[in-house]
């Protein structure tokens, strides 16, 4: 097998050695993207969820509480577990903020110094974290203002993951996602539409090659090329943004992988369906791009979408991709965190390969 599969590997790496289009779509798009993008998107977010513990469980703290329910900013979720857990509600991405209100609040209102309450915001989305804090002071001294308090309580805020609400460190990763699905798809999208065109696909029915081995051969240098992106953007993003590292590279990598096979595969679909290559190509930009925009949670909150749009989201991969490279490079997540978006990632991955090779052989039959 590996000798039938090895000449279409060889084949390929011809093609795109001597097709111009494909190493500007391999090297110049992403660079430009990420430059453009990294540097030029800034947005903000408009719901958020929070946790709160009420150590104090007074008639005044629950007032307190009940006004972050009230508020259209929030949804509040209540936790009473050890203070050791709380940073795990961030890693599993429960809630963006939490709010501690300590035992004695409605005590320590009444004398100097003030009432203090603690809030802790995850800033791996920086503009998130700027409309967070804004919106918890104002409801903070909407409190005050109804309660006519002399003094005052006092905020202590923590920003997590992203002290300097750089926006580079959420849209960056975010734009690794973007790439790495368009550029995957994009690639093979035109493999089996360009051998129909110039005629070298009868040459392959007639060789004693399966349809399996052509699509594997097809497969494996896209794998590499996608790999070769990925490393460019993985340098740009430290080295011009600063993204930080706090994860594991091979952990990275490897779930990179799955999400390449992903797109890859999608690819492999459209070029066994489409009639030419401006077609597969157009194709792939729209399968691609417009859902990773604007159905993933790159730009807008998923909470934020509409309930049937929210639906819809379940089948874009790139929904699945972006808390787990936002969650190594930014929080150092490890398998635990991210197993279950990888899990639905290599379920896409088996499904649309064996899609497209399904539909290979019945278009080689007819």
């Excluded at 979720?77 to 203070?83: D, L, N, S, T």
């Excluded at 060789?207 to 990925?230: M, N, Q």
């Amino acid at each position: 097998m590996r000798g039938r599969i090895l000449p279409i590997v060889r084949k390929e790496f011809v093609h795109i050695r001597r097709d111009f289009r494909t190493l500007i779509i391999v090297v110049a798009m992403p660079v430009m993207m990420l430059f453009l993008y990294g540097y030029a998107i800034n947005l903000e977010i408009q719901n958020v969820e929070v946790v709160v513990q009420d150590r104090d469980q007074s008639v005044v703290s629950r007032a307190l509480v009940r006004k972050f329910e009230g508020s259209r900013f929030f949804t509040v979720r209540h936790f009473r577990g050890p203070q050791s857990e709380l940073e795990r509600l961030f890693e599993r991405r429960v809630c963006r903020m939490i709010v501690v209100i300590p035992s004695g609040f409605a005590r320590d209102l009444q004398r100097e110094p003030a009432a203090r309450v603690q809030v802790l915001i995850d800033a791996s989305d920086p503009n998130a974290a700027q409309a967070i804090r804004n919106y918890s002071d104002a409801v903070f001294q909407a409190f005050n203002a109804e309660n006519g308090f002399r003094l005052p309580f006092e905020i202590e805020t923590a920003i997590w993951y992203n002290p300097a609400l750089k926006s580079a460190y959420f849209f960056v990763p975010g734009l690794a996602v973007l790439i790495l699905i368009m550029i995957s798809a994009l690639l093979t999208s035109i493999a089996i539409v360009r051998e129909k065109e110039t005629g070298t696909l009868e040459q392959m029915l007639v060789s004693p090659v399966r349809p399996v081995e052509i699509i594997v051969g097809k497969f494996l240098p896209y794998i590499l090329l996608a790999f070769l992106d990925l490393l460019i953007i993985l340098v740009i993003a430290r080295t011009v943004f600063h993204v930080p590292f706090l994860g594991s590279l091979a952990l990275l990598l490897g779930s990179a992988l799955v999400f390449i096979f992903v797109g890859l595969s999608l690819g492999l679909l459209i070029s066994t369906v489409a009639p030419t290559q401006q077609v597969a190509m157009m194709a792939a930009l729209t399968s691609t791009l417009l859902p990773t925009v604007m159905l993933s949670g790159f730009f807008f909150p998923l909470n934020s979408l509409p309930r049937i749009l929210q639906s819809i989201t379940y089948v874009v991969p790139a929904r699945y991709f972006l808390p787990v490279i936002r969650g190594i490079l930014l929080k150092g997540n490890g398998v635990a965190e991210i197993l279950p978006e990888m899990a639905i990632l290599a379920g896409m991955a088996v499904a649309l390969l064996g899609i497209s090779v399904r539909r290979f052989q019945t278009t080689l039959e007819g």
